[in-house]
């Protein structure tokens, strides 16, 4: 089993809320800058990247504050592994 670990990173963006929501809680959104390309099929996102496809199912949302996602692995251990977008509005 590998060792999970967590990763935080921060940035200060400028920019409407409107704007910065369509960005991460739409797949066009996404791709601009996320991902080369990003599709839904119902609850699972499908990224794209340098030739490969990776997926994750939305597990939670919520309007002004965050975007929640797990991984979709072949391995049980992939199970817990998930990544989220989370904001908070000056």
């Given at each position: 089993?590998?060792?999970?670990?967590?990763?935080?990173?921060?940035?200060?963006?400028?920019?409407?809320?409107?704007?910065?929501?369509?960005?991460?809680?739409?797949?066009?959104g996404?791709?601009?800058?996320?991902?080369?390309?990003?599709?839904?099929?119902?609850?699972?996102?499908?990224?794209?990247?340098?030739?490969?496809?990776?997926?994750?199912?939305?597990?939670?949302?919520?309007?002004?504050?965050?975007?929640?996602?797990?991984?979709?692995?072949?391995?049980?251990?992939?199970l817990?592994?998930?990544?989220?977008?989370?904001?908070?509005?000056?």
């Open positions: 089993m590998s060792e999970k670990r967590k990763i935080e990173i921060e940035y200060l963006l400028k920019c409407s809320v409107k704007v910065f929501e369509n960005m991460i809680f739409t797949p066009s996404l791709a601009e800058w996320f991902a080369e390309d990003v599709n839904i099929q119902e609850d699972v996102y499908v990224f794209h990247w340098d030739g490969s496809e990776e997926k994750a199912r939305l597990i939670s949302k919520k309007q002004g504050a965050y975007i929640k996602w797990q991984w979709l692995t072949d391995e049980e251990e992939g817990d592994t998930y990544f989220e977008i989370s904001f908070s509005v000056d």
